[in-house]
């Protein structure tokens, strides 16, 4: 018996020391990181290296590289952020040298390389014709005078127009564009655009809210033209005029037309207007002025016999 129970214990010792040095043997290995299984268990705890947990294993597929995202893109940059705050802003009026011998009035050299350089016009594009262009800042009944003589003679025109006027008159901004005028803006409420230049957004309401309301009394836009109030500007306000989408145009023919209590003669303003004629004439006019709308009738019989025709205005 007790040499039966001898074997037993030395058989125990053996199994258990093989055992041992086998546990050894895979940790040192880098095999196993954890106890074997319990035989039987069919189990494999965390982190085990079994030959049957590995093959169970699926394989992860590889992640598809992604696309890389476009740059977004760039604002369209303000006024204020595309320089014009560092333009001068001293304050400009526009004028010219009046002749009687029928050409192209000479301007200052600084007013001619400004009007070049942000797109201003003073000289209309064909020789061949005249262009009339009436400001109106407000309505005080001359309007449809105005419209009618201009339908009896077909003649088209430019007119400029306040946000006043559109809001005012908005019959005769339809009627305007029903009779194939042009329309242009004027502003909102009339300043010196030298002004408001140091507010971009101030600055660019003079000319939205002029559209908007044009646009809610026809239904259309208003043309990109901007006759600046008084012809007062300054290299700013030419700029961010130009920046904005807008051709300013000024004239190349103006009178003392524009005080309605101190009308000229009608005989004077077709003289004046008949004498300061040339090729491509760019003529202001205003519609609160009785007497351009007296005269209207015989200034456009005057420049046709002067072998001019007559076109309207359109942005560059």
């Known amino acids: 018996m007790g040499a039966t129970l001898s074997r037993r214990a030395t058989k125990i010792a053996a199994t258990y020391t093989a055992l041992c040095a086998l546990v050894f043997s895979a940790i040192a290995l880098g095999g196993c990181t954890s106890p074997l299984p319990l035989a039987g268990t069919g189990s494999v705890p965390a982190g085990a290296t079994s030959k049957t947990a590995t093959a169970a294993a699926p394989a992860t597929p590889k992640a598809k590289p992604k696309k890389p995202k476009p740059a977004p893109k760039k604002p369209k940059p303000s006024s204020a952020s595309t320089g014009t705050a560092a333009l001068g802003n001293g304050l400009l009026a526009w004028n010219f040298q009046r002749n009687k011998k029928h050409t192209v009035p000479e301007i200052p050299s600084e007013a001619r390389r400004l009007a070049k350089r942000y797109g201003a016009m003073y000289v209309g594009p064909d020789p061949k014709l005249v262009y009339l262009t009436f400001d109106e800042g407000y309505e005080n009944g001359n309007t449809p005078q105005i419209l009618d ?6 003649v088209h025109a430019t007119f400029f127009v306040t946000g006043q006027f559109c809001r005012e008159a908005p019959k005769l901004c339809r009627r305007m564009l029903a009779e194939g005028h042009v329309v242009g803006d004027h502003s909102d409420s009339h300043p010196s655009m030298p002004s408001v230049t140091g507010d971009p957004k101030r600055f ?8 908007a309301s044009f646009t809610k009394a026809t239904g259309k836009p208003i043309t990109r033209l901007f006759r600046p109030p008084m012809g007062e500007y300054s290299t700013r306000s030419l700029a961010m005029t130009d920046q904005l989408g807008y051709t300013t145009v000024f004239w190349s023919f103006a009178h003392g037309d524009y ?3 101190n009308q000229p003669p009608v005989a004077t303003t ?7 004629s040339h090729p491509g004439a760019i003529f202001l006019l205003h519609g609160m002025s009785t007497s351009d709308t007296g005269a209207l009738q015989e200034i456009i ?16």
Do not use: H, I
Request: proline share 2%; hydrophobic share 30%.
């Open 204 to 211: 660019k309401v003079q000319l939205a809210k002029t559209d």
């Open 270 to 276: 077709v003289s004046r207007v008949l004498t300061g």
């Open 259 to 261: 005080d309605e209590k």
């Open 149 to 154: 003589t201009l339908k009896a003679n077909n």
């Open 301 to 316: 019989t005057g420049l046709r016999a002067q072998g001019y025709g007559f076109g309207t205005l359109e942005p560059r």
